[in-house]
């Protein structure tokens, strides 16, 4: 976004801006504690863009709302997350409010109810810049409309004095994507940024975001169940099932070569307009893990057709495989790599 | 929004003849007159006093005079307050009525809205249940326990405010009423302030308001508040236009000069005019304060907004 003022002081690219470790996830509920993400660690470095891939509940937006500070009133995370150094886990809120919508940013899955419905769409993205930047409201208010430019809402000037109901849900995601990028952050979260947008939509949505990444040297985390989108848009991809990572690495050799066997299920399950329409989608059978009773060994054991009794007794360790490569499976212990 | 304003304001009128005609004739329907409690009076005598008041005319003549009247602002002789005209009347108790009323939603408010917000953004912390356990109590205590009790010891023992009366307005003189009429509105209020701001507190467009970073003090008058007080909104009409009724007891209590006692009182000695003239200022009230609590949703929402052009 060239109108955006790019601070000066922004880590190197190939640094680490955002440092994960071990952390875990928990929440409190009726039937006792559910455990959302055990042990995760992963580094983000600038300019990269990570994939974070997995079904429903695997603990993927649980990891970077507790980043944010934004996990529900009964969650509570234990670990470590630092941005460049900085513990955000347990952080007080002035520390957060400081890095949120400036250094650390986020697009959320719902668009279309994530900008408030009362408040001008102008002065929603005018107060980003009034609250971290401090510029008088008229500067902020110009530069609003020179954002939604940016992101190629249409009218800028008069989609800045409208509503968030009068807008489509695809002009929606765009003000939530201007919103997240009006600071220039470091640190740009994009949780199924098109799951609520129309298929056409969604591809423009992502064009720009891979088009803001480029511009801005912002790293970029793109949360999706969509393993198509991962391989368009990202450097490197995390695989999780049951709340921990089961393989992680470059996004071409994982999809080229996964060695999980929840990795391989999930490429396998993938629609392709050139497979023969005759033979059936493959699905993996079974259910999602139930987070509440996760069996002692590999959460995966359960649905992986080639489990033994180890895959059920001891829960795999995340082993380095290859260079920046690594995978969580008894099956990968020997080091060679098994067929589907 | 200003059409919208004109239009309802059109509608209120054939609203406002529909409730007279329709409190006109269900008067008349209740037996008993205005006299009856004068039982010793020769008939003849009677029937000059009811030819007086032109009580002796079919009724729908009787009806048609109201109604010239009426247009006039002429409401007649009240028939028990000998001396007094309707209008008088009002005019004399409906400001005790509407200062007292007003004071005590203004506290009701400014402590209500307090309190809801604060239990709201502490919700199932102490300060959560002590505001509501007071509201609780707020609305389970009426105001003909709470008003005798302040009397008793902000006036008789503690003698810092006078136990009753008007003294054309006083402060000293209000505090008392003011208190015990707003009391259970303050609970009410609390426990609508309350509900609102849970329900949206837990929207999605608070928490990416807080992904921006924007802090707790703005993202609370900013982006909960305009929505979290339509429900409050909503109450506020018609109570406001309860400030008539409303403080019945609290003048009785305190004896004070308003227009409250004339409800009952009006209604009970089958005094005609004055009901036809209490029914039209109530009306007048509830069907402005619904208007205003329409045009303040509009306020707080753009969506109505678009719809009222």
Same mark, same amino acid.
């Given at each position: 976004m060239p109108s955006t003022p790019v601070t000066a002081d922004r880590a190197p690219a190939g640094t680490t801006v955002l440092e994960c470790r071990d952390l875990t996830v928990r929440f409190r509920t009726d039937r006792g504690e559910v455990a959302a993400v055990s042990d995760l660690s992963f580094d983000l470095r600038a300019g990269e863009c990570?994939?974070?891939?997995? *079904?429903?509940?695997? /603990?993927?937006? %649980?990891?970077?709302?507790? +980043?944010?500070?934004? =996990?529900? &009133?009964?969650?509570?995370?234990?670990?470590?997350?630092?941005?460049?150094?900085?513990?955000?886990?347990?952080?007080?809120?002035?520390?957060?409010?400081?890095?949120?919508?400036?250094?650390?940013?986020?697009?959320?899955?719902?668009?279309?109810?994530?900008?408030?419905?009362?408040?001008?769409?102008?002065?929603?993205?005018?107060?980003?810049?009034?609250?971290?930047?401090?510029?008088?409201?008229?500067?902020?208010?110009?530069?609003?409309?020179?954002?939604?430019?940016?992101?190629?809402?249409?009218?800028?000037?008069?989609?800045?004095?409208?509503?968030?109901? *009068?807008?489509?849900? /695809?002009?929606? %995601?765009?003000?939530?994507? +201007?919103?997240?990028? =009006?600071? &220039?952050?470091?640190?740009?979260?994009a949780d199924e940024p098109t799951t609520a947008l129309d298929v056409t939509v969604q591809a423009q949505v992502l064009r720009l975001l891979r088009g803001l990444r480029d511009e801005t040297g912002s790293a970029l985390v793109l949360i999706t169940h969509d393993l198509a989108v991962v391989a368009g848009l990202c450097d490197h991809v995390l695989v999780m099932y049951g709340g921990r990572a089961v393989e992680t690495g470059p996004v071409r050799e994982v999809l080229r070569a996964p060695r999980h066997p929840y990795t391989r299920a999930l490429l396998r399950s993938m629609p392709s307009l050139t497979a023969d329409p005759d033979v059936d989608l493959a699905v993996i059978p079974g259910q999602p893990p139930d987070l509440e009773n996760l069996p002692p060994g590999c959460a995966f054991a359960p649905r992986c057709g080639r489990a033994h009794d180890a895959c059920t007794a001891d829960r795999p360790a995340l082993r380095a495989t290859g260079p920046g490569r690594a995978s969580a499976c008894h099956l990968d212990d020997a080091g060679g790599h098994h067929g589907v | 929004m200003l059409n919208y304003t004109l239009r309802r304001l059109g509608i209120a009128i054939p609203t406002l003849f529909i409730i007279v005609t329709a409190a006109f004739f269900l008067m008349r329907l209740a037996p008993g007159g205005p006299f009856d409690a004068e039982a010793d009076l020769e008939p003849e005598v009677l029937e000059n006093i009811r030819a007086s008041y032109d009580l002796d005319k079919p009724l729908l003549t009787q009806y048609r005079l109201f109604l010239q009247r009426a247009v006039r602002g002429d409401f007649g002789p009240s028939l028990v307050y000998k001396d007094y005209s309707v209008t008088e009347l009002i005019a004399i108790g409906l400001p005790v009525s509407i200062q007292l009323g007003l004071l005590a939603k203004l506290l009701a408010l400014v402590l209500g809205c307090t309190g809801g917000i604060v239990a709201a953004l502490r919700q199932n912390t102490t300060v959560d249940h002590a505001v509501m356990a007071m509201a609780m109590t707020g609305i389970a205590l009426p105001a003909f326990v709470t008003a005798p009790i302040l009397a008793l010891?902000?006036?008789?023992?503690?003698?810092?405010?006078?136990?009753?009366?008007?003294?054309?307005?006083?402060?000293?003189?209000?505090?008392?009423?003011?208190?015990?009429?707003?009391?259970?509105?303050?609970?009410?209020?609390?426990?609508?302030?309350?509900?609102?701001?849970?329900?949206?507190?837990?929207?999605?467009?608070?928490?990416?308001?807080?992904?921006?970073?924007?802090?707790?003090?703005?993202?609370?008058?900013?982006?909960?508040?305009?929505?979290?007080?339509?429900?409050?909104?909503?109450?506020?009409?018609?109570?406001?236009?309860?400030?008539?009724?409303?403080?019945?007891v609290i003048e009785l209590i305190f004896n004070l000069p308003g227009v409250g006692r004339y409800f009952v009182q009006g209604a009970l000695n089958r005094d005609y005019p004055l009901v036809m003239g209490i029914v039209i200022v109530y009306a007048t009230f509830i069907i402005l304060f619904n208007l205003l609590s329409d045009l303040a949703y509009a306020g707080l929402d753009p969506r109505v907004r678009k719809a009222y052009r």
């Open positions: 990570l994939g974070v891939v997995g *079904e429903s509940g695997s /603990g993927k937006s %649980q990891t970077f709302l507790a +980043a944010f500070g934004l =996990l529900a &009133g009964n969650g509570r995370a234990s670990g470590s997350i630092r941005y460049r150094g900085e513990e955000l886990l347990g952080a007080p809120p002035e520390t957060l409010d400081r890095l949120r919508g400036d250094r650390l940013a986020m697009v959320f899955q719902d668009a279309l109810s994530g900008l408030t419905p009362t408040m001008r769409i102008g002065d929603q993205l005018a107060e980003v810049l009034v609250r971290h930047r401090g510029l008088p409201r008229r500067e902020a208010q110009d530069r609003a409309v020179q954002a939604l430019a940016a992101v190629r809402v249409p009218d800028p000037g008069v989609r800045a004095r409208s509503y968030p109901f *009068e807008l489509s849900g /695809g002009q929606r %995601q765009r003000v939530m994507i +201007a919103l997240a990028m =009006l600071c &220039g952050p470091e640190v740009l979260v | 010891v902000f006036g008789l023992y503690l003698k810092l405010l006078p136990v009753a009366g008007w003294d054309d307005g006083a402060w000293r003189n209000l505090v008392l009423p003011v208190v015990a009429l707003a009391l259970p509105q303050v609970a009410v209020i609390a426990r609508l302030m309350r509900g609102g701001m849970l329900e949206v507190l837990r929207a999605s467009f608070v928490r990416t308001a807080r992904a921006r970073g924007l802090g707790e003090a703005r993202i609370v008058t900013r982006h909960v508040l305009p929505t979290a007080l339509i429900p409050l909104v909503g109450y506020l009409g018609p109570a406001l236009a309860g400030i008539m009724t409303g403080s019945l």
